[in-house]
T-cell receptor, first 114, second 110 residues
Framework: DAGVIQSPRHEVTEMGQEVTLRCKPI?????LFWYRQTMMRGLELLIY????????DSGMPEDRFSAKMPNASFSTLKIQPSEPRDSAVYFC????????????FGPGTRLTVL | LAKTTQPISMDSYEGQEVNITCSHN???????ITWYQQFPSQGPRFIIQ???TKVTNEVASLFIPADRKSSTLSLPRVSLSDTAVYYC???????????FGQGTRLTINP
């Protein structure tokens, strides 16, 4: 298995632009997690899905952030409009069951908003 | 979700055994203890998980006392490549989510 796949690996954009991050979980995994990591705030859980349904989005910082999981093999995290404070590394992870199962993380997307 | 407390940073030397302790005073009966390792520019990676007493795998050992209010991750004979951030997490079996704290930044020196 190729593991969790994320794209792009790096994204540089200007303030106000729309950014879309993509994630392909491990085949057969039922839960998917989006995290954001910064030096100041560490690793924050933004949202997680179980069987393609958003279960908890309490970590999503504001309405500019949205996430979808149209099917079991694909999820997106969108920021519109982007702001410099959104600059961070965004990780996607998947598990066979819930969060307490082994989480397999993708390589992350490093986002820079100028 | 049980709150965890671990040292912000630790230093050691190659060949030494390193023990990182995590406190989780309000751990619940059905909570498991899980440790992850994160290298720079990579996502966290599962190391070990346990419920009580001792668990050992090819990478580390996890010691959990009877009261389960703390746990210790033990890395035998560390090398430079063990320099990373180590996270302790607590959550129930089947829990939907776990919370990553600030972790312990371990630096191994030659």
């Amino acid at each position: 298995d190729a593991g969790v796949i994320q794209s792009p690996r790096h994204e540089v954009t200007e303030m106000g632009q729309e950014v879309t991050l993509r994630c392909k979980p491990i085949s057969g995994h039922n839960s998917l997690f989006w995290y954001r990591q910064t030096m100041m705030r560490g690793l924050e859980l933004l949202i997680y899905f179980n069987n393609n349904v958003p279960i908890d989005d309490s970590g999503m910082p504001e309405d500019r952030f949205s996430a979808k999981m149209p099917n079991a093999s694909f999820s997106t995290l969108k920021i519109q409009p982007s702001e410099p404070r959104d600059s961070a590394v965004y990780f996607c992870a998947s598990t066979l069951g819930g969060g307490s199962d082994t989480q397999y993380f993708g390589p992350g997307t490093r986002l820079t908003v100028l | 979700l049980a709150k965890t407390t671990q040292p912000i940073s630790m230093d050691s030397y190659e060949g030494q055994e390193v023990n990182i302790t995590c406190s989780h005073n309000n751990i619940a009966t059905n909570d498991y203890i899980t440790w992850y390792q994160q290298f720079p520019s990579q996502g966290p990676r599962f190391i070990i998980q346990g419920y009580k007493t001792k668990v050992t795998n090819e990478v580390a050992s996890l010691f959990i006392p009877a009261d389960r209010k703390s746990s210790t991750l033990s890395l035998p004979r560390v090398s430079l490549s063990d320099t990373a951030v180590y996270y302790c997490l607590v959550g129930g079996s089947g829990a939907q989510k776990l919370v990553f704290g600030q972790g312990t930044r371990l630096t191994i020196n030659p």
